[in-house]
Every structure is written in C-alpha cells, then in structure tokens.
C-alpha cells in the first residue's frame, strides 16, 4: 500500500505517528515477540484515528517485518526481535529535480513556482532612495569591507528586532549573511560533517535537500502537518534509533507547509533536541510576515543551551536582491565567525546599509503591517480558487503567514506531469517531489500567492483544469 | 641548517630545485645506491648556484636519507633506494595565526597589514552615483534576485573585457560570485574533495591556507620567487611524486610576492597541469592593476582543455564592499552552476548593476591607468624606504603591478616579534608565517603600499627601528 503523504483529515494522528508510537511499544517490550497486536477498529478507537490510518500504520510496520498479519487472526510481533528502523537516506537528487528546481524561478512563466514574493509588495523606491543617501553619507563605508561579521549598525538593529522573536540577542550575537540560504548553509557546515544524519520536515524545503545532498548527508524525513509542523513523536522515536547531528525546521509558516508550530511545541522541540545535545538549525525567514497582529516567538526564543543557531534574512520583507540576511548562533558562533569570512569576505556594504538604514528610519513595522494585509488576502483569495477549481478531494494547507500554499490533490493526480504541461502553457509550478530526497509527495504542489491578480486567477484556475485532466 | 626561504640574491636555482634535479637524478638512477655525487663546489659552478645553496640542497637530501655525508670523502647516495618525497601537509593554521589573520584588518592600525586597497585610490563617488541611477532606474530588477549566474549585463562586460587578459571568454562562460574569495572557494570546492592535495605556491596567500584547512586538503608548497613565481621544476617533481588533485596560482602580481610568472612559464604551466590533468585554479584579482602600459594574459589564456577555473573581481579596482567577483570555470563550468545557488543563491544586484554600468559606461579603463601610476609610485616609494629603515640584509620584491611588497629581513629577525611589537605601537603588519603552512618564512613580511603618505612613511620607518631592534 502506497503510503499517504498527509493524513487526511489533517487531525489527529499520521500513520507514521501511529507507528513509531506501536513500534515503541514493542520496543520497550510492553508487546513482545509471538504477541497479538490491537485489532484495527479497536487500536482506531483508542488512538482516535480512522481505520484507514491504522492500516497504514500496521502496514509499514509490516514492511519492517516488525509485525506479521496471519490470516482471519490479526496481527502478531514477528517472532525474532527486530528493532523498527526509520532510515536516514542519503540524498541523491536526480538531474529532473535539479533541471526543475532551476526553472522555478524562470521569469518567462506565471510565478506560481518560485518561492520569491512579488517585488510590487516590496518597498522598492524607499530602499532604493535609502541605498543612494547611505552610499553618498558613508562613501568610504560603502565600497570598503564591512567587517566580517557585518556592519555594526545593522546588527544592532537586528538584536533589538529580535526581541519581538522572543530572543534577547545582542549586535555581537549576531554575524550578517549573504541571505538567509547563507546563514543555513553556515549553520549546517559548522554543525555536521559529510555522512552526519540531519532530520528534516517532510515535506522540506528543497534547498535544504539541495545542500545536504552536496554535503554528503543523510537526512531523516520527518513527518508534518499544516496545522502545526514536524511530529514530535516521530523525531523523538528517529533520535532515539539514529545518531541525529542536526534538525532543520521552519517553525514560523513552513516553507512549503505554512505550518505555524505552536509555542508549546517549539518549547518541546528545543527540550527534546538539548536532551540529547543535538543542534536545531531554525529557519525564520517568514517570522516577520504573520498575518496575526503579533509576531510568533521563534524555536530560539525556548533555547536555553546555545544550540539553537537562528538564520534569517530580509529576503521576504525588503529585497531578496539585497542578499541581507543574518544567523545567531549560541555556541556555534565562534565557528560561524571564523568560516563566514573563508566563503567571502563579508556581506555586501552598501545594502547592508541600506537595510539597516530601512530598519533605523524606514517604517519596516509600518511596512509590515501594510504587507501582511495584503498577503492575508491572497492567500486566501488564492486558496478559495484552488479549492474552486483544483480536482475533488484536493485539500489546501491555510497558512497563518507567508505567501506559499501547499495543494494535496488526489493521490492519482502526478504534479510533475502537471509542472510539465503548466509549464507547456507558461505557467510555473513547484511539483511536491522537489519536497522530499525520497519518493513522495508526488501528488502535491506548492503555490505562490504573493503574485496574487487577476491573471494569476486565470492561471490557477487552468492549472486547476490541466490538473482535472489528469485525474 | 635552517632552510632559508628564499634564495638571497633572488636569481639562479633555489636550493629547493637544486635538490628536486638532484633526487630527480637518483630516481632516474643517474646516481645509484653507493655513487659518489658530485661536490658541493663542482656542483655550484655547474649549476651556477652559491656554494651556500648546493650545502642546503645537500643538506635536504641528508634529512630525507637520499644520500648521506661521509666524513672527509663528500656525499654518496644511500645505500637502499629512497625515494626523495616532497610530502604534503595538512593544514592546521593554531589559533596564534587565526587570530593575527583577523587583526590585519583592525582599522584602528597603521593599515600596513592589510590586503584591501586604500578607499581614497577606489571610484567611490562616481560608483555610488552609478549605484543610485541603477537601483532608480531598474527599481525590481534591483530588489529582487539577479539569476544565480548573475546579471547578464555584468557577464557580458566581464566577458569583453577578457579579451585583454588573453581570454576569449561569452558571458554564458562567466559565472558572478560575492567576490574573489567566493570564486576561488567554489573553484575548490568543484575540484577537490576532504584529504585531496592541492599544490601552493610557498609563500601562500593565507586564505588558501584557510580554506583548505577548513576543507580538510592537503596542501604541497612549491618554492616561488618574487621574479617569476612557483618553481615549475619543483612543481614537475612534486606531480610525479604526489597525486595532486588542483593547483593554485596568482600569477600576474602574486599575493604577497608580487611576482609576475613570464608568458611562457604559464603556458608551461598550464601544459604542465594538462598532461597529468591537473585543474589549475588561477587568482587574477591584480591583473588589472600592472604598472606597464598593457596587462599581462591571464594563465588561462593558454588554457586547451577547459581545465584552467579563472577567479578575479572587482575588489581591488573598484571595490571590495560591493563583493562583485566572477569565475570562469572552464569545464567545471556546470558545477559550479550548481554549487553557487546552493551557497547564497546569488549575488546582490545593486552592486551588479553598479559595476556593470561602470565597466560599461564609468570609464574603467581611464580609472585603471590612473591608479596604476599611482601604485607603481607608491610601491617605489615603500620599498626605497624599507630598504633604507630595515635591517641591513633585508630584500624586498620589485612587483611591476598590484600594491603588495615582500620584504625578506636576514634570519634573526623574527616577523612575528615584530607583528607583536609594532601593533603595540598602532601599527599593522603581515608577519609571514601566516604565508605557510609549515614554519617557512618567518623573517618576512607583507606590506600594503597602497595607503602611502608621509604619516605611512613614518610608520614604516618606526617599522624598520623595531626590526633593527629585534635583529
């Protein structure tokens, strides 16, 4: 049986949740070998979950010969001890996701694909006045180095903001990246090593796999839901079977997911990670655009150990060309300082200080506020036309900031064939199967609501139908 | 004997190569087990070198058991067969020079120790007009990404002006990093892999040093001059003995030696690296900065077979704030496509369209033979006043392009000592240890002759009293 990408109903229990929860029990040996499992109505009934997910659930339990299913019996322990195993898999991403990967952001096609926000929600005229006064004020400033950590001013403002996160940072806290794909590779380089296990969401983010993949490293797909992120129970199952080096997570409005996890969870995913001295690289780089009237705190905000290593970037907010973004992080900052400057040099001046100049005089709060508005409306005005127009069954992630959608449609519904014949058409879209290093989501897309008008309506609505074509 | 690290006179045969023809010929069995070799005054007059470079030739092969001294009789090959082995070493830079690297940019010293160029010889104020025309002009092409493989406007200057440099280069050739040091870390990051050896020039800019360090490479130093760059001799040698998988090389204006590799030696030299299929990682990043009337061809330009990866930027020109680089990477041309986006997604586009429209329409060229005057003045005035101030003994390089000088102070005088007591006294210099991996050159020193003034001239005669003091 071909495994679900998401649960439907998106509550309650994953499969995969039901499953490591059973294979722990077996574990610690409360069902031993030659044991009868619970039957499937009855296991539904106590865990709240459908028929349907505990079939998946015995059924991938079954696949790791954990169990055995004897005919009109039930289930029974397989009679040798084996250890249910999830696997980390190296990633080998194969020449299709990274061709596709490069045409999400072709500019020839609608930008349904492309993880940008529209630089119309930007507040181009304004940096761009600020870039010249600053440049003309600072003449020596801007075209010499900016100090490897970056400019002083912009990390200043940089902690002060980050108060609003839950962090209490100072400026030295914090080194200024090249993006914040920068400040997560850094991260990622000064946490793990070639052949290191890093555990991800699943879906993830496909330059986390992209990098990982050039890294050399495992990942551990860890099972997640739009409503509220990674499974705790399932990563707390993965750490106790595998050596975990690091955990990537995007705790503020999942990148695809939308996700936003709850604060008592992030709280929870730091605990469980420091237990066991395991490193979180967090990735904020939407925090700043809920849709709520206040920011959610960050995983780091929980971090009383140093290890959790912060990145983010203005990439979403001002101006992805800036190339502006930053990384706290904790006790891994002494190894970020000494290899930012290796990669090169330092950050690029002149737009540091226009940023920082943004961030001192510019209004950013007032433009956030403006910005959220207007990306709560498409994205709702977005979702409400794939649920018009996408195939029956389709379900569609609701976030509570950001700018991306996620589309569950049909399990018979291939998205890549769907990118391919949009992009026949001029529209662009990013197929689930860029989202894993394993074989799923192929029955998902991601979407970018952030271009949201009348054209893009028209687009979605013909995606919808090429989708309704192939199902 | 302690080695010295350069020969005195700076002509002839470094004893480093006399030994490497000499062993060349044991390995060959021109001498065998038991032979007489020639004496040390025969030797000299053959091969037109000091008595004292034949003695420290010798003196290597002792240490590495090829031969052995026989009291009153001379030198014989040893009696088993040892192979004279240039031995790679791993870097490992201790925090002692980890921590000076990052004092040599402190601001608040007498900038000797530098390797940025002095703002006042960089365009600032036409750049930052053409910075704020551009973002004006092109409001979303400036805010948003420029392309991973940068803006085509930029590679297209890039590419033309390459011709100048020997290089018939298409901006779909050209590749725009953050930088040189980006450019050169993705060259070795496409080539090379953890426990590969890369071949060096000795004395190494400390940031190859670093980085290969940080990639966990090997690094074989081969003996340069300040005339004519890395010995090809021993490089020859060092490719039989060793597998070497990248080599590196500044060859037009070597930092620090300042040394100019001849045309035909870099056709050598790439023909050298071909055979044994050897990538050549080539720095030009002074290239445009000669003091003659024409630029010197890049190695590259005698490069056939794809395997010569091309780094320069703009940071010594225009300005080394805006981080604008560029890689031509030859047949490692799709991986590095691949590589860059990975690390920071792409380069800021403000400045790529500032230095775009400067090479376009900034006069560029006026601008290099402008700065080139004033370079070769102020690097003729530094060295006639290094030669007056310092130890008695000391040589200094002649470079014919670029802002750096070497100086070779007579053995005594420790360069780190000096570094210590000369920051004592605000000022900053390159102490040259920070040049090898292994002990070498720790009586020399790298000077910025590019901030030149009377209070620098100053500084360099306090200079020159501390090392007196010292030797």
Known sequence: MRPRALGTAGRGLLYEEVAAKMGGLIERGTFRPGDRMPSIRGLSRQMRVSISTVVEAYSRLEDQRVIEARPQSGYYVSGRPVRPKLVPTRVNLGEGPLLVMRTLSDASLVPLGTGAPNPQNLPAAKLTRMLAAQARRHPAESVSYSGTTGLSRLRTQIARRSLDAGCPLSADDVVVTSGCVEAVTLALQTTCRAGDTVAVAAPAYYNFLNFAQWMGLKVLEIPARPEEGMSLDVL????????????????????????????????DLVRLLAKHE???????????????PARPPAAKAFDENGLVLLCSSFSKTLAPGYRVGWIAPGRFQEKVERLKPLLNVATASPTQLAVAEFLTNGGYDHHLRAVRRVYARQVDEMRDAVLRHFPCGTSVSRPRGGFLLWADMPAEVDAFRLYDEARQRGIGVAPGTLFSAGNGFRNCVRLNASFWSASIARAVEELGAIARGIA
Do not use: H, T, W
Request: charged share 25%; proline share 9%.
């Open 278 to 292: 395991i490193p979180l690289v967090e990735d904020d780089v939407y925090g700043d655009l809920a849709f709520g």
């Open 236 to 267: 707390g199952y993965a750490i106790r079977q595998n050596p975990i080096r690091a955990c990537i997570v995007i705790a503020n409005f999942d990148n695809p997911l939308g996700s936003l996890m709850p604060d008592e969870r992030k709280r």
